[in-house]
């Protein structure tokens, strides 16, 4: 299948740093890429959709000044996380979508875990 | 508003024998997409099965195959001949056919093949 890859997979920041995390679809464009957050022992929760060219889409109660997401190009999405602070801690999984919307093909990255102190 | 819940938290099964994973679902949408995502230690979210609200046979992979269940909101999960490496927690998940593959997960189940 298609293949999703994120970096840095484990990120260990400061409290009040910035942390970038990447999204790329290696072998396929992608127009569309979900941003899901995941807490220990939890489901994945939607934070945003990031549109390729357009500013991304958040979900409702998600700071989008927190999160700063960015697709620049149709193989990358950005994620950062600006002025990091201990709950922001979390496992971080983008997904990106192959071919037309409605296919429900969805492919994951690995994931970034982020630990800020 | 969608949203899917996965009643087992945790559930055990010996290894080579079958386990079912239960999900139900709620929408308003006729059509839908329905997917059992697998999440291993590893982190990394693998598509296990995938089935279209408006076909009413059941998906199957290889050992994989689900009890789909439009009027009941059911999307049942078998797996048949458990291997230890399919200990891993499962996500039950949902689509509608026009929100551009944006996924509501269930609360996922924490599966233990025992050997």
């Keep these: ?47 945003a959709t990031s549109n390729e060219g357009s500013k991304a889409t958040y979900e ?50 690995e994931g970034s875990r982020l630990t800020v102190l | 508003a969608q949203t899917v819940t996965q009643s087992q938290p ?7 024998e079958t386990v079912t994973l239960s999900c139900t679902y709620d929408t308003s949408e006729n059509n839908y997409y329905l997917f059992w995502y697998k999440q291993p230690p590893s982190r990394q979210m693998i598509l296990v099965i995938r089935q279209e609200a408006y076909k009413q046979q059941n998906a199957t992979e290889n050992r994989f195959s689900v009890n789909f269940q439009k009027a009941a909101k059911s999307f049942s999960l078998k797996i048949s001949d458990s291997q230890l490496g399919d200990t891993a927690m499962y996500f039950c998940a949902f689509t509608p056919h026009n929100a551009g593959n944006m996924l509501t997960f269930g609360g996922g189940t924490r599966l233990m093949v025992k050997p």
């Design chain 1, 1 to 47: 299948g298609a293949v999703v890859s994120q970096h840095p997979s484990w990120v260990i920041c400061k409290s009040g740093t910035s942390v970038k995390i990447e999204c790329r679809s290696l072998d396929f464009q992608a127009t569309t890429m979900f941003w899901y957050r995941q807490f220990p022992k939890q489901s994945l929760m939607l934070m």
């Design chain 1, 60 to 109: 409702q109660g998600v700071e989008k000044d927190k999160f700063l997401i960015n697709h620049a190009s149709l193989t990358l999405s950005t994620l950062t996380v600006t002025s990091a602070h201990p709950e922001d801690s979390s496992f971080y999984i983008c997904s990106a979508r192959v071919g037309r919307a409605g296919t429900g093909e969805l492919f994951f990255g």
């Design chain 2, 10 to 16: 945790e559930m055990s099964v010996q290894e080579a």
